[in-house]
């Protein structure tokens, strides 16, 4: 009988301990937001994470009856951003504007002090951007074919710009390098807007940037387009080829977007924002601003996005140790 009463008391405290849980998430969720959100962009100013961020924000804003501040931290190849999320206080009121770069992080870097699939939760995918290969419109090269041909022979004389180490851009360079037999010194910078300004100034030879910093200097005649990294072409640049289509077999790396929150965020509060976002995501005013930049908007589940994450570090993780790039 002590037995059958001490099962039953444990039982009943569980479940009231399970009920409270629940409730206590549940009232968070009724008083959200109770107070300005920090969307966090782990890039400087200027570049794709921060254009999507601040054209997401000003919406939801109005929808969400408080400010959604975009605040910057950019370093270390995004992952600065993601680890003052992944530790914040997981109420919903502090976001992470994430993006592929951290599905790749997690392959580059030997250590991490946070766990980009445990410590986050995803809300949802906000655009899809190509990436490009810019130069200079000074530079005499117009094609794939006479870019390889200038810098091949001369190893180590050139040089390249990423967002960061262990970024889309920079594994891309790398595997470009590694297609065609080339060796071009990588530069990192905290963002597109850095590395535009030397790209213009002509510190650098290249880079292979998202498409939508580098799109206003393409058509003002400043930065030449010599391919997209993508299997298809862009609509934005439907004249410049694939690096598939200039030789590169199989060559096919883009880059997403989309917002993340703490680990232990409460789901109505991440349903909440989920919906919200893709309401944002779906309308006419916002697709109409992704095509100006040369961005797809998505905004799928949170599920969707989870998914994705999942399939992206499998693949880049491959890419990764082919292209054998670690970052202490």
Do not use: C
Not at 237 to 259: M, R, S
Request: proline share 7%; aromatic share 4%; charged share 15%.
């Amino acid at each position: 009988m002590t037995t059958k009463h001490t099962l039953t008391r444990r039982h009943v405290v569980q479940t009231l301990a399970l009920t409270l849980a629940v409730s206590g998430g549940s009232a968070m969720a009724q008083t959200w937001p109770s107070k300005p959100i920090s969307l966090v962009v782990p890039f400087a100013a200027g570049g794709t994470t921060d254009v999507l961020a601040r054209a997401l924000a000003d919406k939801l804003t109005q929808s969400l009856g408080q400010p959604v501040i975009v605040e910057s931290k950019p370093g270390a190849g995004a992952t600065i951003g993601a680890d003052y999320v992944a530790k914040a206080k997981p109420d919903g009121h502090t976001l992470l504007m994430g993006a592929v770069h951290h599905t790749i992080a997690s392959s580059v870097y030997k250590k991490l002090p946070y766990n980009f699939s445990k410590d986050l939760t995803p809300i949802t995918t906000v655009a899809l951007v190509p990436n490009v290969l810019v130069v200079n419109a000074s530079t005499p090269v117009k094609n794939v074919a006479e870019l390889v041909a200038m810098i091949k022979p001369a190893a180590g004389k050139f040089s390249y710009g990423s967002n960061g180490n262990g970024t889309a851009q920079h594994l891309i360079g790398t595997q470009f390098q590694n297609l065609t037999g080339t060796d071009v010194i990588h530069i990192p910078y905290k963002g597109s807007g850095p590395l535009s300004t030397d790209l213009l100034g002509g510190q650098i030879l290249m880079s292979f940037d998202t498409i939508t910093p580098v799109l206003p200097h393409i058509k003002a005649g400043k930065l030449r387009p010599l391919a997209v990294t993508t299997s298809k072409r862009s609509a934005a640049l439907p004249d410049v080829p694939t690096l598939e289509e200039a030789g590169l077999k199989g060559f096919n790396i883009g880059t997403w977007f989309g917002v993340l929150a703490p680990a232990a965020t409460p789901k109505d509060i991440v349903d909440r924002l989920n919906t919200e976002m893709v309401k944002v995501i779906q309308s006419p005013e916002f697709k109409a601003r992704m095509a100006d930049i040369g961005a797809e908007p998505i905004g799928n589940t949170s599920a969707q996005m989870a998914q994705q994450i999942a399939s992206e570090t499998e693949k880049f993780g491959k890419l990764v140790k082919e292209a054998k790039v670690v970052i202490d």
